[in-house]
């Protein structure tokens, strides 16, 4: 079940990667990055990366004519936001002060660890880079199938400075810490977005990859 899908290009975002992530775990699909509205409403799932500033992304979305197209998505076929793609999905962000698609209820807020914190020995940085474990959040129904073959608590790679805070918790499908829990991974119907980034996170991430690319939108 992979068909056509579409990296949604907005200039920024690890998409090449992504993308070389995506024909790896399908090499039957067809992997389009794409900033065409025409060409992400057509295939069978998007994927939404990103990378950079919440502000500069939005304004981006905004020029290019993609915002009515990926809501269109989200209500309509299995989407993966990745980062700054999961970031972009609610309502505001503390960073540059600015609304987002508003899709998800929350907000986006910066890490303050406090003076001095440390994990693992170590003194925590802004912006938070490198592994980290992910605890899988179950939702009505179980575990959603996106962690199918996943072991709890798999350690994957993070690169942010910032993070979300959904209005409802049920949206939440998995956690991590730094150094208090937060929300890392989200679900709804057919959209499944992650802080972490899948196609830097080696076996665990692929399997998420492949998870998705065979996925029919169901949340259970």
């Known amino acids: 079940m992979t068909g056509r899908i579409a990296v949604v290009d907005y200039g920024m975002g690890n998409l090449r990667s992504v993308a070389k992530a995506l024909?790896?775990?399908?090499p039957g699909a067809r992997v389009e990055v794409t900033a065409d509205a025409?060409?992400?409403?057509?295939?069978d799932r998007v994927?939404?990366?990103?990378?950079?500033?919440?502000?500069?992304?939005?304004?981006?979305?905004?020029?290019?004519?993609?915002?009515?197209?990926?809501?269109d998505a989200i209500a309509a076929k299995p989407f993966l936001g990745i980062c700054l793609g999961l970031q972009a999905l609610f309502e505001h962000s503390e960073e540059g002060d600015c609304h987002g698609l508003g899709i998800l209820p929350g907000r986006?807020?910066?890490?303050?660890?406090?003076?001095?914190?440390?994990?693992?020995?170590?003194?925590?940085?802004?912006?938070?880079?490198?592994?980290?474990?992910?605890?899988?959040?179950?939702?009505?129904?179980?575990?959603?199938?996106?962690?199918?073959?996943?072991?709890?608590?798999?350690?994957?790679?993070?690169?942010?400075?910032?993070?979300?805070?959904?209005?409802?918790?049920?949206?939440?499908?998995?956690?991590?810490e730094y150094p208090g829990r937060f929300c890392c991974a989200v679900a709804r119907e057919s959209l499944f977005a992650t802080q972490f980034h899948p196609e830097k996170s080696q076996a665990a991430g692929l399997a998420l990859l492949r998870n998705f690319v065979n996925w029919d939108g169901r949340s259970v």
């Open 108 to 176: 986006v807020r910066r890490f303050a660890p406090p003076a001095g914190a440390h994990s693992g020995g170590e003194r925590l940085k802004v912006p938070h880079m490198g592994w980290n474990t992910v605890t899988q959040t179950p939702q009505a129904g179980g575990v959603h199938p996106l962690w199918q073959g996943i072991a709890d608590d798999s350690r994957f790679y993070f690169v942010h400075s910032y993070y979300v805070e959904p209005a409802d918790p049920a949206l939440a499908a998995g956690t991590s």
């Open 47 to 71: 994927v939404f990366p990103g990378q950079g500033a919440m502000l500069d992304a939005m304004r981006e979305l905004r020029a290019r004519d993609l915002v009515t197209v990926l809501r």
């Open 23 to 26: 024909e790896y775990v399908a």
């Open 38 to 43: 025409a060409a992400i409403a057509a295939a």
